[in-house]
């Protein structure tokens, strides 16, 4: 893990009075997927994040700040949402709720100070909120937890809704799926999204034989495709948005696919137009991981296996989603296609792959040959069998 360190000769977690003070230099953004891009170990975090999603805590986490200071409430009650808990329990100091005037008064890269309650700029307080501990966001996801229950009756009354009026495009053919020049008959499609557990999912895949034997066609979802560059695995499409995605990962060579809304408009297509980089629209609607989903199973793959895909209610609260429509109705469409990382990497862990049964009937050759030379009978036995022969 990285070491933090305050930047004004003073070392974090020092005592002022009795109340611990935290320095570093501020980091300021109202998207926390862009702040993480620029965020050096020993910053202070500057977000505006309400309900803190895993995935951003999990980033933050890694990018190693001296504390996060968020405008917003990042466990409001609405719903469970693991995120704050991440930044706690990895000791992390969390001010919450301080209001956004924060954002406006404060420059970027100029040094603050955490005083208990307060964010100080040269001895001056410019925010107040609530220190959190692990305890109190404990008890309020506790309490989140009691009230999941109107939030699961909307959640689902959205759903409901919106199947009514997807459902034809997902069923009927209606979708123009772009032609990407692949031709998966007979191959697995492995789709990447930035979700949970990724890494984890992705690493298993990889040891467990399966990324060797099967070959599959690798389509990272915007920050999906990152993810396979982090484990040295080129994306062959990428899908989304591309919000999130790297400037490497785009001119990695891969196929990119601008999932677009269905009246037309395609907000990541600006990106790509500025960086002069090849195309194709997908309008569709959902998610840009039911997009990916549809584009494979069109293009005929035979199996497709999702990695850190969002499949529960919680899931799509925290990409702040009231509803998974899109989700429910391409699960239906593919059914069996449709499999989950984890269920294959255990299936081929417990499985003989033909590499190591090649190995083993080498190996096992290796020993009769080395036995024949050394085994004087033996060696007498294939001499006169030379002789007669000869």
């Not at 772009?178 to 998966?184: I, Q």
């Not at 060797?212 to 990272?220: A, D, F, S, V």
């Not at 990541?268 to 840009?288: H, M, Q, W």
């Not at 417990?350 to 590499?355: D, G, I, L, S």
Request: proline residues 4%.
């Amino acid at each position: 893990m990285r070491r933090r360190r305050g930047l004004t000769g003073r070392a974090n977690g020092r005592l002022d009075g009795g109340v611990a003070v935290v320095v570093g230099r501020a980091r300021v953004d109202r998207r926390t997927k862009a702040l993480v891009k620029r965020l050096d170990p020993g910053d202070v975090a500057v977000i505006d994040h309400r309900d803190l999603d895993r995935v951003a805590a999990e980033t933050l986490v890694q990018a190693g700040p001296c504390a996060v200071v968020n405008a917003a409430v990042s466990l409001s009650g609405t719903y469970p949402n693991v995120g704050p808990l991440l930044v706690a329990a990895a000791g992390i100091p969390l001010l919450d709720g301080v209001g956004t005037e924060v954002l406006d008064r404060l420059t970027d890269g100029e040094v603050v100070s955490l005083v208990g309650d307060d964010q100080l700029v040269d001895g001056k307080v410019v925010a107040t909120g609530q220190r959190q501990t692990l305890a109190s966001l404990e008890a309020a996801f506790e309490e989140a937890e009691h009230n999941l229950g109107p939030a699961l009756e909307k959640f689902v009354e959205n759903t409901v809704e919106f199947i009514g009026k997807e459902a034809p495009l997902f069923t009927r053919g209606v979708l123009d799926v772009p032609d990407l020049g692949f031709d998966l008959r007979g191959r697995h499609a492995l789709i990447v999204v930035r979700g949970h557990d990724y890494r984890e999912d992705l690493d298993l895949l990889r040891r467990s034989g399966y990324m060797g034997e099967q070959r599959p066609l690798l389509i990272g979802v915007d920050g999906g495709a990152d993810a396979l560059l982090e484990l040295n695995l080129k994306p062959d499409v990428i899908v989304g948005d591309f919000d999130s995605v790297s400037e490497r990962a785009l001119r990695s060579g891969a196929a990119l696919v601008v999932h677009a809304y269905t009246d037309g408009r395609a907000p990541g297509a600006k990106r790509l137009d500025d960086l002069d980089l090849d195309y194709v629209v997908f309008e569709a609607p959902g998610t840009s991981e039911d997009v990916a989903m549809v584009l494979a199973d069109r293009h005929g793959a035979e199996l497709l296996v999702a990695v850190g895909t969002h499949t529960s209610m919680v899931d799509f609260l925290d990409k702040g989603r009231s509803g998974m429509a899109s989700t429910v109705l391409v699960r239906m469409v593919l059914g069996p296609k449709l499999v989950d990382a984890k269920g294959v990497s255990r299936l081929y862990h417990n499985r003989v792959r033909k590499r190591d049964l090649l190995l083993m009937v080498g190996a096992a050759m290796m020993v009769l040959v080395v036995f024949a030379v050394i085994s004087e009978p033996i060696r007498l036995l294939l001499r006169s069998l030379w002789v007669e022969l000869t």
